[in-house]
């Protein structure tokens, strides 16, 4: 990891989806861990690509959309990770960062979709 926060947030995103899914491989093995875990790692995966495409929208709108996608991923993958901490599964400081970063994502695409909507 490096001290310096990355600002292109392709790469940003693709970084938090590889946190992700090393998040998911290091999970206890037990049923609920593993549903748990398929849904934050589905929706944790799906904010770069869905950031992606709103790189490529064709309108002000279509943007607007696609960045809605992104954030809704985002609320959700906090709510699982939110899940793995209160059910027990993981402890809090194992998820710390992880959670500042979903934080981090979400406070910048609220910003983006808010400018976005200011500037139609």
Excluded at 35 to 58: D, F, H, M, P
Excluded at 103 to 116: C, D, G, P, Y
Aim: with cysteine; net charge positive.
């Amino acid at each position: 990891m490096t001290t310096k926060p990355n600002t292109d947030l392709r790469a940003r995103t693709k970084d938090y989806a590889l946190r992700i899914i090393r998040m998911y491989q290091a999970l206890p093995r037990s049923g609920e861990a593993s549903v748990i875990g398929r849904q934050v790692l589905r929706s944790g995966t799906s904010v770069g690509a869905q950031y992606r495409e709103a790189c490529r929208a064709k309108s002000k709108r279509d943007f607007i959309s696609k960045m809605e996608g992104s954030l809704q991923e985002l609320d959700e993958t906090a709510y699982w990770l939110e899940l793995l901490v209160d059910a027990g599964i993981v402890v809090n400081e194992r998820l710390v960062e992880l959670q500042n970063e979903t934080n981090e994502l979400l406070a910048i695409f609220i910003a983006s979709v808010n400018t976005a909507k200011s500037n139609q």
